[in-house]
Nanobody, 122 residues
Framework: QLHLAESGGGLVQPGGSLSLSCVAS????????IAWFRQVPGKEREGVAC???????NYGDSVKGRASIARNNGENTVHLQMSDLNPEDTAVYYC????????????????WGQGTRVTVSA
């Protein structure tokens, strides 16, 4: 079974950048689509970025041009980097896994991490 664990959240200055990690265990990531989501109280969960097992990527409209997802096969880890942060980027960020080597979207994910909180504030 795939297990995911996020890390890297914290306080970030407006205009700064974040770098989050999602460490996978129990299965190789090349068999899974991995996506980053974020959620704030009172709002629906929002897709941020995804990467299929074959390396295909996709990004949510609100972060296109600012976000980048990458996979480190040796570490079995997926990273999320995002620049030019603003307070609207404050959220709990989750990584999620779906069983597909090609799928890259923002639904039908079965495995979820516990989340890491990002706060963008001066």
């Amino acid at each position: 079974q795939l297990h995911l664990a996020e890390s890297g959240g914290g306080l970030v200055q407006p205009g700064g950048s974040l770098s989050l990690s999602c460490v996978a265990s129990g299965s190789s990531l090349d068999s899974w689509a991995i996506a980053w989501f974020r959620q704030v109280p009172g709002k629906e969960r929002e897709g941020v970025a995804c990467m299929a097992g074959n390396g295909r990527t996709n990004y949510g409209d609100s972060v296109k041009g600012r976000a980048s997802i990458a996979r480190n096969n040796g570490e079995n880890t997926v990273h999320l980097q995002m620049s030019d942060l603003n307070p609207e980027d404050t959220a709990v960020y989750y990584c999620a896994g779906g069983k597909s080597s090609w799928y890259c979207g923002f639904d039908e994910y079965d495995i979820w991490g516990q989340g890491t909180r990002v706060t963008v504030s001066a």
